[in-house]
């Protein structure tokens, strides 16, 4: 079996391209190394003839010889054998995202739950600016669609709400996108001005998928490289990669790619996040490290007081306990947040005590 160059302790060749048939090449990296799979595979477009614009000029369709297949059969039995090589290689808590079109997607959903993915979304992507139908005897195809899945039900995948949410200024993202393809700038041309290649796709897509589902330093592998959107992506953002592309062709236009992209600064790579993925720390941290001292007064929002013990509790009036407890009691409340509710005071000025709680966390990045 082949081996292939690797990076320091990963038994994975990060952040390269690697030639040849993506199954064998799967089959021959280490077991249970990636945290996040996005495949591109071939749609199986099925095109019986050449498409030509009412102008009579020529459409750059999906012709080349790696989206034909004998059959469906041929198909299914591919798409099969890609992701069962895919699976392997996720971690027991990694995901996958595969996307196509009409003509391969519904395929590709039911071989991911018959070989155990559990389904999270379809996303929706809708072009802003699709192609036309030029024959006028169907609907515009102005959207493709996205699968994401675990490894298995119950597997805690990485998914950051806050950061999509923060993308989407401030609303909950939904599972429609709306992006636009790849035009102008953006979209890789060969030697003769053409499309390097007939289905990049737009970095803004890759970069809401790596934003939401992967951490710094994660592993992302892309089995169908192309001209390297995936990689491109993961490099600016922090995120190791491994591509796959059979193609010399589409090789040499994304080694030339990646060459100019430039990784972005640590501060740059941080993200929005819930508050419950926080590390937590213990009030009684405060006090230990001298933040806070045993017998310092804080003060309500709204003039309540409470001594700081030396074992980090809480001593008001008749009442002992946690930030929490003691917060809840003075107010007749089932509960209170401690960490919003008590201030200290500096310079004369209340400041909140989750600004120190706020300093170790950044302490702990």
């Known amino acids: 079996m082949t081996r292939y160059a690797t990076g320091a302790g990963t038994g994975l060749p990060l952040n390269k391209i690697v030639g040849g048939d993506c199954i064998e090449v799967m089959r021959a990296l280490p077991e249970a190394s990636c945290d ?5 595979p071939p749609y199986n477009l099925q095109l019986k003839a050449e498409l030509h614009r009412p102008d009579n000029s020529k459409v750059d369709a999906v012709d080349d010889h ?3 297949f004998d059959s469906f059969r041929a198909y299914d039995r591919f798409t099969a054998d890609w992701l069962a090589a895919a699976r392997r290689l996720l971690k027991p808590d990694g995901a996958i995202w595969v996307i196509g079109s009409y003509h391969n997607i519904f395929r590709l959903g039911a071989e991911l739950q018959n070989q155990g993915f559990w389904i999270l979304n379809d996303v929706v992507w809708r072009k ?3 192609m036309p139908n030029f024959r006028g005897k169907r609907l515009t195809n102005a959207h493709e669609t996205l699968i994401w899945a675990s490894k298995a039900e119950g597997a805690k995948y990485t998914f950051n709400y806050e950061a999509l949410k923060a993308l989407n200024e401030g609303i909950q993202m939904r599972s429609d996108w709306v992006l636009p393809i790849c035009t102008g700038h953006e979209r890789l041309k060969d030697a003769s001005g053409g499309k390097a290649h007939p289905t990049q796709k737009p970095e803004a897509l890759l970069h ?3 934003v939401g589902c992967t951490n710094p330093g994660d592993v992302v592998l892309d089995p169908f490289f192309g001209t390297g959107t995936t990689g491109a992506v993961a490099k600016m953002l922090g995120r190791d990669f491994v591509g796959i592309e059979r193609e010399a062709g589409y090789r040499e236009v994304a080694e030339e790619r990646l060459a100019r992209v430039r990784r972005l600064e640590r501060s740059a790579l941080q993200v929005s996040r819930a508050k419950r993925s926080e590390p937590r720390v213990p009030f009684g941290q405060l006090v230990e490290r ?7 007064v804080l003060t309500s929002t709204n003039g309540k007081t409470a001594k700081v013990r030396a074992d980090g509790t809480l001593v008001a009036a008749d009442v002992t ?3 929490h407890q003691v917060g809840a009691a003075l107010e007749g409340a089932p509960s209170c947040n401690g960490w919003t509710y008590w201030c200290f005071v500096r310079e004369g000025k209340p400041v909140s005590i989750d600004v120190l709680r706020q300093q170790i966390r950044a302490e702990m990045n």
């Open 321 to 323: 306990g946690s930030i």
């Open 208 to 210: 809401r998928v790596l």
């Open 128 to 130: 802003s600016n699709p």
């Open 36 to 40: 996040l799979i996005f495949a591109d």
């Open 66 to 68: 790696w989206d034909q």
């Open 290 to 296: 001298g933040m806070l001292r045993p017998g310092e």
